[in-house]
T-cell receptor
Framework: QQQVKQSPQSLIVQKGGISIINCAYENTAFDYFPWYQQFPGKGPALLIAIRPDVSEKKEGRFTISFNKSAKQFSLHIMDSQPGDSATYFCAASTVSGTYKYIFGTGTRLKVLA | DTAVSQTPKYLVTQMGNDKSIKCEQNLGHDTMYWYKQDSKKFLKIMFSYNNKELIINETVPNRFSPKSPDKAHLNLHINSLELGDSAVYFC???????????????FGSGTRLTVV
């Protein structure tokens, strides 16, 4: 119940295309869903996050869509660029005394020029 | 100014040795974490400290011992290193508090530990 399932494991997109990464969770106590971007040799960096009281959040070319009833959320990268090539992690956490993030297994995105 | 800094960046050592990784954050955050990233990129929490108090201790061999001398520092000491300890270890911090404020993690750039 603590898992966050992420798909696909890898993704290749043409420049200008839309990249879509999906995550699903079981624990209904999760109430904060961030996405992290990791470049080789670097630590993950917070990209965008959403709480379950909204169904969508957009920041620039990055959008999180959230479906509370299906317990799913996804990251959409519009107009994907070669500089977006990185590993993306979804995560979930809950306010239950501690702020432990459960991370998805990661998606390696490659955007072709 | 690096927000979360870890040292060393690379660590190659023999089995059975004891080693330490240091982490410092200058963000004024209350909570610090150690995560382990394995060869498949999976990120798994190991420990978390809030204002020097241990609040998360996952199922980690007791060869791993964290220490937080103050809320800006969280070090990780590993005894009797094994081949399976080879991984990238990330320190992170956040402004989370047990009273409910919430923020994202700021990660360090990682320490790649190789046990030979």
């Amino acid at each position: 119940q603590q898992q966050v399932k992420q798909s696909p494991q890898s993704l290749i997109v043409q420049k200008g295309g839309i990249s879509i990464i999906n995550c699903a969770y079981e624990n209904t106590a999760f109430d904060y869903f961030p996405w992290y971007q990791q470049f080789p040799g670097k630590g993950p960096a917070l990209l965008i996050a959403i709480r379950p009281d909204v169904s969508e959040k957009k920041e620039g070319r990055f959008t999180i869509s959230f479906n509370k009833s299906a317990k799913q959320f996804s990251l959409h990268i519009m107009d994907s660029q070669p500089g977006d090539s990185a590993t993306y992690f979804c995560a979930a956490s809950t306010v239950s005394g501690t702020y432990k993030y459960i991370f998805g297994t990661g998606t390696r995105l490659k955007v072709l020029a | 100014d690096t927000a979360v800094s870890q040292t060393p960046k690379y660590l190659v050592t023999q089995m059975g040795n004891d080693k330490s990784i240091k982490c410092e954050q200058n963000l004024g955050h209350d909570t610090m974490y150690w995560y382990k990233q394995d060869s498949k990129k999976f990120l798994k929490i190991m420990f978390s400290y809030n204002n020097k108090e241990l609040i998360i201790n996952e199922t980690v061999p007791n060869r791993f011992s964290p220490k937080s001398p103050d809320k800006a520092h969280l070090n990780l000491h590993i005894n009797s290193l094994e081949l399976g300890d080879s991984a990238v270890y990330f320190c992170a911090s956040s402004q989370d508090s047990l009273r409910g404020t919430r923020g994202g993690y700021t990660f360090g750039s990682g320490t790649r530990l190789t046990v030979v």
